[in-house]
C-alpha cells in the first residue's frame, strides 16, 4: 500500500481558542465541504466529539455514491485533533488538524496521510487532484467566514 501526504495551511483571523469551536460542530462539516460532493451527516445530532466519536457520512465520489465513517482518534481542543477513515472509499485516510496561534490569529494545518486502490492510476490523474479542489475549496469557504486568510508567511 502507496501511502500519500497532503499537506495545506492556512491563517484565519481568530485566536484558536475562538475558531476550534466551528471545528468542534462536525454538522459546520456541510459548510466547508464542496457540493459537489453532495455530502451528507447519517449520524443523528448532536454528535458530541471526543476521542473515539464514530460519525457517519454519505457522499458522492465523482458521482458513484460513498458511505463514510470515521473515528476522532485525538481529541485536544483548541490545538488539534485527528479523525481517521474506519470504512470508505479509501484504503488509509488519516486527517490531523493543528491551530496554532499566530500572528494574533491561527495558522490551522491540515495533514492527511491517505492511500487509494491502483493507487499507480487512480492518484495523479483522479485523487490527487480531488484532494486539492476539496481543500481549495474548503478554504474558501474558511476565509469568507472567518476572514481574509492570508496564507501562512505571506
Same mark, same amino acid.
Not at 479523525?83 to 495558522?107: C, K, S
Not at 483522479?126 to 475549496?137: A, G, N, Q
Given at each position: 500500500? #502507496?501511502?500519500?501526504?497532503?499537506?495545506?495551511? *492556512?491563517? *484565519?483571523? *481568530?485566536?484558536?481558542?475562538? %475558531?476550534?469551536?466551528?471545528?468542534?460542530?462536525?454538522?459546520? %462539516?456541510?459548510?466547508?465541504?464542496?457540493?459537489?460532493?453532495?455530502? #451528507? !451527516?447519517?449520524?443523528?445530532?448532536?454528535?458530541?466529539?471526543?476521542?473515539?466519536?464514530? !460519525? /457517519?457520512? $454519505?457522499?458522492?465520489?465523482?458521482?458513484?455514491? +460513498?458511505?463514510? $465513517?470515521?473515528?476522532?482518534?485525538?481529541?485536544?481542543?483548541?490545538?488539534?485533533?485527528?479523525?481517521?477513515?474506519?470504512?470508505?472509499?479509501? @484504503?488509509?485516510? !488519516?486527517?490531523? #488538524?493543528?491551530?496554532?496561534?499566530? /500572528? =494574533? =490569529?491561527?495558522?490551522?494545518?491540515?495533514?492527511? $496521510?491517505?492511500?487509494?486502490?491502483?493507487?499507480?492510476?487512480? #492518484?495523479?490523474?483522479?485523487?490527487?487532484? /480531488?484532494?486539492?479542489? !476539496?481543500? @481549495?475549496?474548503?478554504? +474558501?469557504? *474558511?476565509? $469568507?467566514?472567518?476572514?481574509?486568510?492570508?496564507?501562512? =508567511?505571506?
Amino acid at each position: 500500500m #502507496h501511502v500519500r501526504e497532503f499537506q495545506t495551511e *492556512l491563517w *484565519l483571523p *481568530l485566536p484558536p481558542e475562538d %475558531l476550534f469551536p466551528f471545528f468542534a460542530d462536525a454538522g459546520n %462539516l456541510d459548510a466547508i465541504t464542496p457540493p459537489w460532493l453532495h455530502f #451528507h !451527516i447519517v449520524t443523528p445530532p448532536p454528535i458530541v466529539m471526543r476521542e473515539g466519536t464514530l !460519525i /457517519d457520512y $454519505r457522499l458522492r465520489v465523482r458521482g458513484i455514491p +460513498a458511505h463514510w $465513517r470515521t473515528r476522532i482518534n485525538a481529541w485536544q481542543p483548541p490545538h488539534r485533533f485527528v479523525d481517521e477513515q474506519v470504512r470508505g472509499p479509501y @484504503r488509509q485516510w !488519516i486527517h490531523e #488538524h493543528t491551530f496554532a496561534a499566530r /500572528d =494574533g =490569529g491561527t495558522l490551522a494545518r491540515d495533514v492527511v $496521510r491517505y492511500a487509494v486502490p491502483f493507487d499507480f492510476i487512480a #492518484h495523479r490523474w483522479l485523487v490527487r487532484p /480531488d484532494v486539492e479542489k !476539496i481543500f @481549495r475549496y474548503r478554504a +474558501a469557504a *474558511l476565509q $469568507r467566514r472567518f476572514g481574509d486568510g492570508r496564507r501562512a =508567511g505571506a
